[in-house]
Nanobody
Framework: QVQLVETGGGSVQAGGSLRLSCAAYGYTDSIYCMGWFRQAPGKEREGVAVIDSDGSTSYADSVKGRFTISQDNAKNTVYLQMNSLKPEDTGMYYC????????????????WGQGTQVTVSS
């Protein structure tokens, strides 16, 4: 089993920045990739960014150039640096991890965190 704990959410004005962290605990050696997802009220959950064990990354078109996903393998932690935030970035942000391949373009992850709220005001 793997447990994921997200921190770093909050409220910020448009144009501001936030950094989310996701710490993984438990059987972390088996994790192949981790990712960040978000869900706005009344909308479906969507992928934001993923990173695999080799450090390869993938981003949603809506966040390219503004968000950066990174990982610290020694700390079993994944980060999401969010710059130039927009009101449409508002939502609950979830960290997720999976054992298998095919990290991008899928919500089929094995483990999910509880989520952290990000609110961007105009």
């Amino acid at each position: 089993q793997v447990q994921l704990v997200e921190t770093g959410g909050g409220s910020v004005q448009a144009g501001g920045s936030l950094r989310l962290s996701c710490a993984a605990y438990g059987y972390t050696d088996s994790i192949y990739c981790m990712g960040w997802f978000r869900q706005a009220p009344g909308k479906e959950r969507e992928g934001v960014a993923v990173i695999d064990s080799d450090g390869s990354t993938s981003y949603a078109d809506s966040v390219k150039g503004r968000f950066t996903i990174s990982q610290d393998n020694a700390k079993n932690t994944v980060y999401l640096q969010m710059n130039s935030l927009k009101p449409e970035d508002t939502g609950m942000y979830y960290c997720a991890a999976k054992h298998g391949p095919y990290c991008s373009g899928t919500l089929a992850f094995d483990y999910w965190g509880q989520g952290t709220q990000v609110t961007v005001s105009s």
